[in-house]
């Protein structure tokens, strides 16, 4: 049985869990195959759950403990390893990686310097090294690049999810033929639908990083933004809904927003992020910060306005053919245009059925990606 190790997901962030279902999923019909997560990402209920291994290593590769928990394992009899689905870091058979976005500058080098010293060993014990579609970037330090260039040069596949991430990588490693783009590739995980969301409704998903990772211009002006947004679909005639979709530092900022209307908005969330979907696909519109909530309505039909804090949200809005909704917080009026406009029967149709027509290329090239991987992996299984 082949074992792959999967990093960069998680089960608290609900674009990071998107990503890990959808790689699963797609795994999930090859034979003798598993994945494995770090025993430090979730609990076992939850690996168990989502059909994973749990792999003896800590997440932030600290190379001697790592190297103690090894050690140790290796007197732990394979039967029993097995038995409890445990594996050693010696088991793998090659490496995934599903981060999103993490290997930037606007994250510690550390994040870098990591993957550097990981591909490297997993590329010198002959098992594939593999990013799936994600973004990247920008490197602007020499240190950055020649790390950024040490991945690549370790690595089979590295698909990023847009073309200034492709630069980005390009810039930093040269061009090389395992450098590719792919789109996100959470569009093909399925919407759960279990309850009715009214068709009048226009979700606020908001960010925490939107604070904390913006120009403190930016950062000022992000509540009073989502509050005006809360306004302009009521004026509308729509009802505005605060929807958290990862709990980590959102709810706080949807509090504050709470604070500044005169009428609270209702507020709804989910620890399934399929269900976020399966609601996120029956809204009116939504206005969004969080990359995944974005991605889930856009590829379900459902109209989008993007507030971001990088590239990838304006990247991403240009996919679906809707780079002027890419705003900002100083776009007052154009946000409410763009949510005027989805009062407009006439308007909202033709906005759904040109996201469809989007959507279905954007998928189709998320299953082109899918065939160049297993090409990679399998082709010597044909």
């Given at each position: 049985m082949q074992v792959f190790e999967l990093q960069g997901v998680n089960f608290e962030n609900k674009g990071a869990e998107l990503m890990l279902r959808a790689t699963q999923e797609h795994f999930a019909s090859v034979p003798n195959l598993k994945l494995a997560l770090p025993f430090r990402i979730g609990s076992p209920a939850q690996r168990n759950s989502a059909g994973l291994l749990h792999l003896l290593a800590l997440h932030r590769e600290p190379p001697l403990l790592n190297t103690v928990i090894d050690t140790a394992s290796w007197f732990v009899p394979g039967a029993i390893r097995r038995r409890l689905g445990v594996c050693r870091p010696a088991e793998m058979s090659g490496l995934i990686d599903a981060s999103g976005f993490l290997y930037s500058d606007?994250?510690?080098?550390?994040?870098?310097?990591?993957?550097?010293?990981?591909?490297?060993?997993?590329?010198?014990?002959?098992?594939?090294?593999?990013?799936?579609?994600?973004?990247?970037?920008?490197?602007?330090?020499?240190?950055?690049?020649?790390l950024v260039a040490t991945i690549v040069q370790h690595s089979d596949l590295v698909f990023a999810r847009d073309k200034i991430s492709y630069e980005h990588l390009v810039g930093a490693a040269?061009?090389?033929?395992?450098?590719?783009?792919?789109?996100?590739?959470?569009?093909?995980?399925?919407?759960?639908?279990?309850?009715?969301?009214?068709?009048?409704?226009?979700?606020?998903?908001?960010?925490?990083?939107?604070?904390?990772?913006?120009?403190?211009?930016?950062?000022?002006?992000?509540?009073s933004c989502l509050a005006q947004v809360a306004s302009s679909a009521r004026d509308a005639g729509l009802d505005p809904v605060i929807m958290i979709h990862d709990a980590i530092g959102d709810r706080a900022v949807g509090e504050s927003v709470q604070k500044l209307l005169g009428q609270p908005l209702a507020e709804m969330t989910h620890p399934?992020?399929?269900?976020?979907?399966?609601?996120?696909?029956?809204?009116?519109?939504?206005?969004?910060?969080?990359?995944?909530?974005?991605?889930?309505?856009?590829?379900?039909?459902?109209?989008?306005?993007?507030?971001?804090?990088?590239?990838?949200?304006?990247?991403?809005?240009?996919?679906?053919?809707?780079?002027?909704?890419?705003?900002?917080v100083q776009d007052e009026e154009k946000l409410q245009a763009a949510i005027a406009a989805w009062a407009d029967r006439d308007q909202y149709e033709k906005q759904k059925q040109d996201l469809k027509l989007a959507s279905n290329k954007l998928k189709a090239m998320t299953k082109d990606m899918w065939k160049a991987v297993d090409d990679m992996l399998f082709a010597t299984r044909r």
């Amino acid at each position: 049985m082949q074992v792959f190790e999967l990093q960069g997901v998680n089960f608290e962030n609900k674009g990071a869990e998107l990503m890990l279902r959808a790689t699963q999923e797609h795994f999930a019909s090859v034979p003798n195959l598993k994945l494995a997560l770090p025993f430090r990402i979730g609990s076992p209920a939850q690996r168990n759950s989502a059909g994973l291994l749990h792999l003896l290593a800590l997440h932030r590769e600290p190379p001697l403990l790592n190297t103690v928990i090894d050690t140790a394992s290796w007197f732990v009899p394979g039967a029993i390893r097995r038995r409890l689905g445990v594996c050693r870091p010696a088991e793998m058979s090659g490496l995934i990686d599903a981060s999103g976005f993490l290997y930037s500058d606007q994250w510690p080098i550390g994040n870098l310097e990591l993957q550097a010293r990981k591909a490297a060993r997993f590329k010198a014990g002959g098992k594939p090294v593999i990013y799936l579609p994600q973004a990247f970037g920008p490197f602007k330090s020499e240190r950055a690049r020649d790390l950024v260039a040490t991945i690549v040069q370790h690595s089979d596949l590295v698909f990023a999810r847009d073309k200034i991430s492709y630069e980005h990588l390009v810039g930093a490693a040269g061009q090389q033929p395992q450098i590719r783009i792919a789109p996100d590739f959470t569009n093909l995980v399925e919407a759960r639908i279990t309850k009715t969301i009214p068709d009048n409704v226009v979700f606020i998903v908001p960010n925490a990083r939107m604070i904390d990772k913006s120009p403190p211009a930016v950062a000022e002006r992000y509540v009073s933004c989502l509050a005006q947004v809360a306004s302009s679909a009521r004026d509308a005639g729509l009802d505005p809904v605060i929807m958290i979709h990862d709990a980590i530092g959102d709810r706080a900022v949807g509090e504050s927003v709470q604070k500044l209307l005169g009428q609270p908005l209702a507020e709804m969330t989910h620890p399934d992020p399929q269900v976020l979907k399966g609601w996120l696909a029956q809204a009116r519109g939504v206005v969004g910060s969080r990359f995944h909530a974005i991605v889930s309505a856009l590829s379900s039909g459902t109209p989008a306005i993007a507030l971001g804090w990088s590239h990838k949200y304006g990247e991403l809005m240009a996919d679906y053919g809707l780079a002027h909704l890419n705003l900002g917080v100083q776009d007052e009026e154009k946000l409410q245009a763009a949510i005027a406009a989805w009062a407009d029967r006439d308007q909202y149709e033709k906005q759904k059925q040109d996201l469809k027509l989007a959507s279905n290329k954007l998928k189709a090239m998320t299953k082109d990606m899918w065939k160049a991987v297993d090409d990679m992996l399998f082709a010597t299984r044909r």
